[in-house]
C-alpha cells in the first residue's frame, strides 16, 4: 500500500478530458473519483472524504463556484480545492480564490503542471511520507521498522493497526470518512465491512492511549467517520 497516494475528487461533465486527468492522476499514484454533475459531488461530500478537489467551473447543473461555496460552507469541507476551467480571466481567476480556491488552472491542461500544483497544494496539508519517522507530540512512527512508540515505550500494533494508525495522524485535525479510511487502509476494492474499521479503530484508541492525558483523542462522528484531534 502506498501511504503518499491520496484520494481526490474529481468534478468534470466532459467525460474524455475527465478520462484524460484521471488517468494522469492514477498513474502519478492517486486514487481518483470521477463526477459529471456538482450535485452528485455535494451529495457524495456529505457522507465521504477526499484528500483534494478538483473543480471544473462550468457544469450542467450548477456552477463549480457554488459548488466551492457549499462544500465550505455546508459540508464543512476543509481540504484543499483547485479550480480547473477554460475561464482565464484575471477576475474568475480573483473570484475563485477569495471563495476560498487553493489555486487555479486553465485549460488545456498539461499532465506534468497539474500533477506537480496537486502535489504542491497537497504538501501545505498533509504531512507527507517522504522521511524514515512520523513524529506527533508523544507519538513516534518508524516507517522503516514499522514499529510505533508513545513517549518512548513501544507499542505493538499489527500491519493494519500501523497502517490505520500513520493514516490518522498524517491526517491529524481532518475528518475522515469510514470509506475514505477502508480505501486508503485495505484497498480500493477491497470488500470489507464498516464494523471491521471499527473494530480496529477501537483497538487503536486504547493501544495508542489516545487520550487527552497524551495531547489527542480520536472522535467519532455519526454517520460519517473519524478525526484525530490535538486536545
Given at each position: 500500500?502506498?501511504?503518499?497516494?491520496?484520494?481526490?475528487?474529481?468534478?468534470?461533465?466532459?467525460?474524455?478530458?475527465?478520462e484524460?486527468?484521471?488517468?494522469?492522476?492514477?498513474?502519478?499514484?492517486?486514487?481518483?473519483?470521477?463526477?459529471?454533475?456538482?450535485?452528485?459531488?455535494?451529495?457524495?461530500?456529505?457522507?465521504?472524504?477526499?484528500?483534494?478537489?478538483?473543480?471544473?467551473?462550468?457544469?450542467?447543473?450548477?456552477?463549480?463556484d457554488?459548488?466551492?461555496?457549499?462544500?465550505?460552507?455546508?459540508r464543512?469541507?476543509?481540504?484543499?480545492?483547485?479550480?480547473?476551467?477554460?475561464?482565464?480571466?484575471?477576475?474568475?481567476?480573483?473570484?475563485?480564490?477569495?471563495?476560498?480556491?487553493?489555486?487555479?488552472?486553465?485549460?488545456?491542461?498539461?499532465?506534468?503542471?497539474?500533477v506537480?500544483?496537486?502535489e504542491?497544494?497537497?504538501?501545505?496539508?498533509?504531512?507527507?511520507?517522504?522521511?524514515?519517522?512520523l513524529?506527533?507530540?508523544?507519538?513516534?512512527?518508524?516507517?522503516?521498522?514499522?514499529?510505533?512508540?508513545?513517549?518512548?515505550?513501544?507499542?505493538?500494533?499489527?500491519?493494519?493497526?500501523?497502517?490505520?494508525?500513520?493514516?490518522?495522524?498524517?491526517?491529524?485535525?481532518?475528518?475522515?470518512?469510514?470509506?475514505?479510511?477502508?480505501?486508503?487502509?485495505?484497498?480500493?476494492?477491497?470488500?470489507?465491512?464498516?464494523?471491521?474499521l471499527?473494530?480496529?479503530?477501537?483497538?487503536?484508541?486504547?493501544?495508542?492511549?489516545?487520550?487527552?492525558?497524551?495531547?489527542?483523542?480520536l472522535?467519532?462522528?455519526?454517520?460519517?467517520?473519524?478525526?484525530?484531534?490535538?486536545?
Open positions: 500500500m502506498d501511504m503518499n497516494a491520496v484520494r481526490i475528487a474529481l468534478l468534470e461533465d466532459d467525460p474524455e478530458q475527465a484524460v486527468v484521471k488517468r494522469w492522476l492514477e498513474q502519478a499514484g492517486h486514487d481518483v473519483h470521477v463526477f459529471g454533475r456538482g450535485m452528485d459531488l455535494l451529495r457524495r461530500a456529505s457522507r465521504e472524504s477526499f484528500d483534494l478537489y478538483l473543480l471544473d467551473w462550468i457544469l450542467p447543473d450548477v456552477e463549480g457554488e459548488v466551492l461555496r457549499r462544500l465550505r460552507q455546508e464543512d469541507v476543509t481540504s484543499p480545492v483547485i479550480f480547473v476551467t477554460s475561464r482565464d480571466a484575471e477576475e474568475d481567476v480573483v473570484a475563485a480564490l477569495q471563495a476560498g480556491a487553493d489555486d487555479y488552472m486553465t485549460k488545456p491542461l498539461r499532465r506534468m503542471e497539474l506537480s500544483r496537486v504542491a497544494v497537497l504538501r501545505r496539508v498533509l504531512r507527507p511520507l517522504v522521511q524514515p519517522v513524529e506527533l507530540g508523544n507519538y513516534r512512527f518508524d516507517l522503516a521498522s514499522r514499529q510505533a512508540q508513545l513517549s518512548g515505550e513501544t507499542v505493538v500494533l499489527t500491519d493494519k493497526e500501523f497502517d490505520l494508525a500513520l493514516f490518522l495522524f498524517r491526517h491529524q485535525g481532518q475528518l475522515v470518512s469510514r470509506g475514505h479510511l477502508l480505501e486508503a487502509v485495505w484497498g480500493k476494492n477491497a470488500n470489507i465491512a464498516t464494523r471491521t471499527d473494530t480496529h479503530v477501537s483497538r487503536l484508541r486504547g493501544k495508542l492511549s489516545l487520550r487527552p492525558e497524551n495531547g489527542l483523542r472522535a467519532s462522528v455519526y454517520n460519517f467517520g473519524y478525526r484525530l484531534e490535538a486536545v
